[in-house]
């Protein structure tokens, strides 16, 4: 019987130590390929939307080290800022600034806009990587449903009132953070805002298959302009994204050391922002930092040239 348990106590404590001493073997296997490129961006202009944690910080901590002058364009400016002294402190690069954006509210993308316009003469990089996920049903401050008002919606404004600065600044670059979720998501538009029926977790992959056609009718829309356009799936990253699900929280933690860390999850953004390969490559869509399969509804044009037309009517806007 003492002998049973001995082997039973051994059990529960070499088991959790093995696991412990293995993380970093699982953390290298899971975490997906690395951004090799040593381009710099020294005189370069970048802006990230959502940059005060996760994928969209250590974007800007890799593009800030590069010399790059980096703006973090963020809702919560506490944690911006706080972001952008530790970013400073750690690059030495002076030039990273955080500056208030919330894409809930197209008055606050307004005034980003026409502040950033004013104070910047250039825009080389735009990093539309701020995101929500499974929210339960809630509206913007313009009255659009959250998952497409965010995720869609806000970026596709803000890329609107910049688009002549990055055209100015050619090369440029645009990169959209969609995610694999596109892959079940579908454009129902009779039903693009949850007005008849809501399901959450449906409504963040609808906004992602939105964030791939956006790229795909932009890329269209941009050829001979010197302006590329690209969306990605960063992997899955342990990050807050999910916070807004009990579920999902408990699942991420579970299996926390088979996800990728925020640093591994930014290496394809930053590919796309920064690698000479990249540099006339548009429409395209990316995941561990080569080209990946794109859904067939992903790949419908009329789809996208339709969802492109609805999407200037609700924000009135005409976009030739």
Known sequence: MLGFLGSVLSLLVLVPLSVFVLVPYFRKYFGGAMCKSAAQLN??????????????????RDLARRGAKVILACRDMAKAEKAAHEIRLETGN????AKKLDLADTKSIREFASNFLKEEKQLNILVNNAGIMMLTYSKTADGFEMHFGVNHLGHFLLTYLLIERLKQSAAARIINVSSVAHHTGRIHFQNLQGEKFYIRGLAYSNSKLANILFTRELARRLEGTGVTVNALHPGTVMSGLVRHSFTLTVLWNMFSIFMK???QGAQTSIYCAVSEEMETVSGKYFSDCKPAYVSSQGRNDETAKKLWNVSCELLGIQWN
Do not use: D, L, R, Y
């Open 261 to 263: 860390t925020p640093w």
């Open 94 to 97: 002076q030039e990273v600034k």
């Open 43 to 60: 005189g370069k202009v970048v802006v990230i939307t959502g940059a005060n944690s996760a994928i969209g910080k250590e974007t800007a």
